[in-house]
């Protein structure tokens, strides 16, 4: 499988994304400047952390325009996996392909600290390699992480199982303390209806080695690949 | 022609910003203040002859562009 990097001006997190996917997992890899088109071939694209834009104006809406997210459109409509790590679900958001949208934290404070994540579905091609309940700890670092979605998209999220991550303690347990950003329903990461486009604040790459604190994001990086190698081998044998 | 734009958060949004600035002007003593909201102010300038003409492109670009109509909601003024 293939995996594209995009990299907008202002994105800062390419390049962790790029070693964990490269050096940690062996994968094939390549960034993708947000001024090109699209090339085919790709299995997977990620939007990873930063500043596009300078955020300004609103997280994410400028980014949203480069020439690359036409591209990015119409792969995830054909049913391309997309992932989009804090900056990236930001964009994500702007561009429509995710519910909802990223507010300022609760706290207005920027936070950077390691969170747990529970693990809600399990039947996407983000999340297969995990159990029902697993918790994951990976760090954050943002200041507009602030997960909202009106009454309406909420409950359609919940119907439709596409809260894949929320913010927990230790224990698993909801708890007041554990929701970093002040995020409704305690959400750190939601899909879309057809589940291929996935968002989440906490970032996975920075989480992809011992020494980094924590292995745990590599659940989602190998979720996607053998996703992937199930599709191809699909293909092949259809 | 000039635009000015007003975006503002829709009722019911949390506002932290305008949390902020209310507990701050409490603080200073204006006790009469209630609920502050934050919202943004854009000026524009346009080469647009037609009321008309201006009225829908800018509409057109906040919706596009300038507010998120998830949380925003936006009015703008149009000066000749």
Not at chain 1, 108 to 118: A, H, S, T
Request: charge should be neutral.
């Amino acid at each position: 499988m293939r995996w594209g990097v995009i990299v907008f001006p202002g994105s800062c997190d390419e390049q962790d994304v790029y070693d964990c996917l490269k050096h940690v997992l062996k994968q094939d890899v390549e960034f993708l400047w947000h001024r090109d088109n699209l090339k085919n071939g790709f299995d997977c694209l990620v939007l990873p952390g930063g500043f596009s834009y300078g955020d300004y104006l609103r997280a994410g809406a400028m980014a949203r325009f480069s020439p690359v997210m036409r591209g990015v459109v119409e792969f995830a409509a054909r049913g391309g996996l997309v992932l989009g790590i804090c900056n990236g679900f930001q964009i994500l958001c702007e561009a429509g392909l995710l519910p909802g949208v990223l507010t300022r934290n609760s706290s207005l404070q920027f936070v950077c600290r390691q969170v747990y994540l529970r693990l809600e579905e399990t039947d996407t091609p983000f999340t297969s390699a995990g159990k029902k309940g697993q918790l994951l700890k990976l760090p954050v670092k943002h200041g507009e992480g602030c997960y909202y979605a009106d009454p309406d998209t909420l409950e359609r999220l919940r119907h439709n199982r596409q809260i894949l991550f929320r913010y927990v303690d230790g224990r698993g347990k909801n708890a007041p303390g554990a929701n970093p950003n002040g995020s409704i329903d305690d959400i750190a990461g939601v899909c879309n209806e057809g589940r291929n486009v996935f968002g989440l604040m906490p970032h996975p790459e920075d989480a992809a080695e011992k020494i980094l604190g924590s292995e745990d994001g590599l659940k989602i990086f190998s979720s996607i690949a053998a996703a992937c190698e199930k599709r191809e081998r699909e293909v092949r044998v259809g | 022609m000039r635009v000015k734009i007003f975006v503002s958060l829709k009722e019911g949004v949390l506002d932290p910003q305008g949390k902020a600035v209310e507990r701050s002007l409490h603080s200073l003593g204006y006790g009469e203040v209630g609920e502050v909201r934050m919202g943004k102010y854009m000026e524009l300038s346009l080469n647009l002859s037609s009321r008309e003409e201006a009225e829908a492109r800018v509409r057109e670009m906040c919706a596009r562009l300038l507010a998120n109509p998830v949380i925003e909601d936006y009015r703008f003024e149009i000066q000749e």
